[in-house]
């Protein structure tokens, strides 16, 4: 089992940067995949960036250039840095892991924390 915990999340105003943190309760050396994606009122969930194992990543369209995601294996936490915050960014934002094996796949969700941007 995989607990993952979000935090830094909060109010900024447009324009403004933010530094989301997700801990996972395990060693994150062996979780092929961490990511962090984002739900706004009234809309779906969807995928923000990723980042494997191997330290490949992967960005929405309307995040790249403004938000970084890393890992840091040795403190077992995955970052997202989010610069140059639109409105159009506020939602709750979830860390997501996954775990692959040959047949199947496992999923890890934290409970999100909440990006609000307003001025």
């Known amino acids: 089992q995989v607990q993952l915990v979000e935090s830094g999340g909060g109010l900024v105003q447009p324009g403004g940067s933010l530094r989301l943190s997700c801990a996972a309760s395990?060693?994150?050396?062996?979780?092929?995949?961490m990511g962090w994606y984002r739900q706004a009122p009234g809309k779906e969930r969807e995928l923000v960036a990723r980042?494997?194992?191997?330290?490949?990543?992967y960005y929405a369209d309307s995040v790249k250039g403004r938000f970084t995601i890393s890992r840091d294996n040795a403190k077992n936490t995955v970052y997202l840095q989010m610069n140059s915050l639109k409105p159009e960014d506020t939602a709750e934002y979830y860390c997501?892991?996954?775990?692959?094996?040959?047949?199947?796949?496992?999923?890890?969700w934290g409970k999100g924390t909440l990006v609000t941007v307003s001025s």
């Open positions: 997501h892991a996954r775990r692959v094996f040959p047949a199947y796949n496992i999923d890890y």
């Open positions: 395990v060693n994150i050396f062996n979780i092929n995949n």
């Open positions: 980042i494997t194992s191997s330290g490949n990543t």
